[in-house]
């Protein structure tokens, strides 16, 4: 089972330069989050998509927009990448509501924005 | 506002020592809390949840948490700990809605000692 599949796992970018994140889910889930995590400030909601069709923002959604392609993946994109923008990134799914459900975390991916 | 803290930035234990790492929380609604541990490059995986019933909870890897509502606390337990337990921690809150408005902390990093 692959469960969440996030493409690439290490990134290096200039400032201004632009790029996407990838992220598929292969459990039929709903919703679908991209998260950023920065030490000491744990996990931080950038966006997410409720389901096929939706998306909407979480706490810091400032330089980032996504696109939820269809019920599997759940792009993340950096029109003009900046330093700020440095951090790990994670994708994961869930289905709708926190009861009976989980959240999926995948690997990360590591940005780094000179 | 809403907030998860956790109060060690880094623990270190020696192998077959017991464990707690804290958890303190500000919620307005009863919220469902959780454990995440994330290791080395990997993503987030959950320990354990609490909902509702008994306040001590069971998780995986022999891990267990405590909810004590009248402190704001859920801290998680292990009576021995292995060297394969060291990893960063997380505490969560949420409501009952969704994994959208989850809560992270910012993290416990638990080193073990031989």
């Known amino acids: 089972n692959a469960g969440v599949t996030q493409t ?4 290096v ?3 201004g ?4 994140l990838q992220c598929a ?3 039929n889930h709903n919703s679908m989050y991209w998260y950023r995590q920065d030490p000491g400030m744990g996990l931080r909601l950038i966006y997410y998509s409720a389901s096929e069709g939706t998306t ?5 959604p400032n330089g980032y927009n996504v696109s939820r392609l269809n019920k599997r993946e ?3 994109r950096l029109e003009s990448a900046a330093p700020s923008q440095t951090s790990v990134y994670f994708c994961a799914s869930s289905d709708q509501g926190i009861s009976g459900n989980t959240i999926y975390f ?3 991916s590591w940005l780094t924005v000179v | 506002a809403q907030s998860v803290t956790q109060p060690d930035i880094h623990i270190t234990v020696s192998e077959g ?5 804290r958890c303190n929380y500000s919620y307005g609604a009863t919220p469902y809390l959780f454990w995440y541990v994330q290791s080395p490059g990997q993503g987030l995986q959950l320990l354990l949840k609490y909902f509702s019933g008994d306040t001590l909870v069971q998780g995986i890897k022999g891990f267990e948490a405590e909810f004590k509502r009248s402190q704001s606390s859920f801290n998680l337990r292990k009576p021995s700990v292995h060297w394969s337990d060291a990893a960063e921690y997380f505490c969560a809150v949420g409501p009952s809605g969704g994994y959208n408005k989850l809560i992270f902390g910012a993290g416990t990093r638990l080193a073990v000692h031989p």
Do not use: I, N, R, Y
């Not at chain 1, 690439?8 to 990134?11: A, D, G, I, L, S």
């Not at chain 1, 909407?56 to 810091?60: R, S």
């Open chain 1, 8 to 11: 690439p796992k290490f990134q």
């Open chain 1, 106 to 108: 995948g690997e990360g």
């Open chain 1, 56 to 60: 909407d923002k979480g706490e810091v």
């Open chain 1, 74 to 76: 759940f792009s993340l």
């Open chain 1, 25 to 27: 889910q292969d459990m």
């Open chain 2, 17 to 21: 020592a017991s464990l707690e790492l």
């Open chain 1, 17 to 20: 330069q632009s790029m996407t």
């Open chain 1, 13 to 15: 970018l200039k400032t």
